[in-house]
């Protein structure tokens, strides 16, 4: 499975814009994107995926690089829910989820 | 609507115990995965099932770990003879189509072995 890599952690002030980074250098043609999410004592939830154009949806946006070997999750306007871990996953045909340590998103008040 | 349940959301075994976890995915989900959370980690794959066959089981990481679907909807993974580094929290998801749809996940097990 090609790997991706996200920093530790990322802090950000509550109702400003948060842009997540993610590196995927090794992707496949076939790779979609995904994003997932992780709130303490919780499942994992889906947030966002892309295999090559950006895409938008109620809960953010996805930028991906016109070479495809990174992309940025966007959260609009932070609040504190959001706080959690976000984990950016290359998923291909076999449609297993080979998650990484992803990133820890703290929110400010 | 229900989203996947599991159960029971807590689980503390003697080493060397059995112990069965119980995955109810969303009606009508097709696919079915395992995966196994160790503190402070992502989750890792265990297992996966379309209806009630297992398509791969590549991720159980011993012989004592086995899983089962056998009507195609609620999965029961097992795991004989407990050891202490089983504890983690086992997390279940389900996916409606083949296809790169989003899983939806349960709150997960949390297994200790003592």
């Known amino acids: 499975d090609a790997k991706t890599t996200q920093p530790n952690s990322m802090e950000s002030n509550e109702e400003e814009p948060v842009h997540l980074p993610c590196n995927h250098s090794t992707i496949s043609g076939t790779d979609y994107i995904h994003w997932y999410r992780q709130l303490p004592s919780q499942g994992p939830e889906y947030v966002i995926h892309g295999l090559t154009s950006n895409v938008n949806n109620r809960m953010a946006s996805l930028a991906i690089a016109e070479d495809r070997k990174s992309s940025t999750l966007i959260l609009h306007r932070a609040t504190l829910r959001d706080a959690a871990v976000y984990y950016c996953i290359l998923s291909g045909a076999n449609s297993k989820l080979t998650f990484g340590k992803g990133i820890t998103l703290s929110v400010r008040p | 609507g229900a989203g996947v349940s599991q159960s029971p959301r807590y689980k503390v075994a003697k080493r060397g115990q059995d112990v069965a976890l119980r995955c109810d995915p969303i009606?009508?989900?097709?696919?079915l995965f395992w995966y196994q959370q160790a503190l402070g980690q992502g989750p890792e794959f265990l297992t996966y099932f379309q209806n009630e066959a297992q398509l791969d089981k590549s991720g159980l990481p011993s012989d004592r770990f086995f899983a089962e679907r056998p009507e195609g909807s609620v999965s029961t993974l097992k795991i004989q003879r407990t050891q202490q580094e089983d504890s983690a929290v086992y997390l279940c998801?389900?996916?409606?189509?083949?296809?790169?749809?989003?899983?939806?996940f349960g709150p997960g097990t949390r297994l200790t072995v003592l």
């Open positions: 998801a389900s996916r409606p189509v083949w296809t790169y749809n989003e899983q939806f």
């Open positions: 009606s009508g989900h097709v696919s």
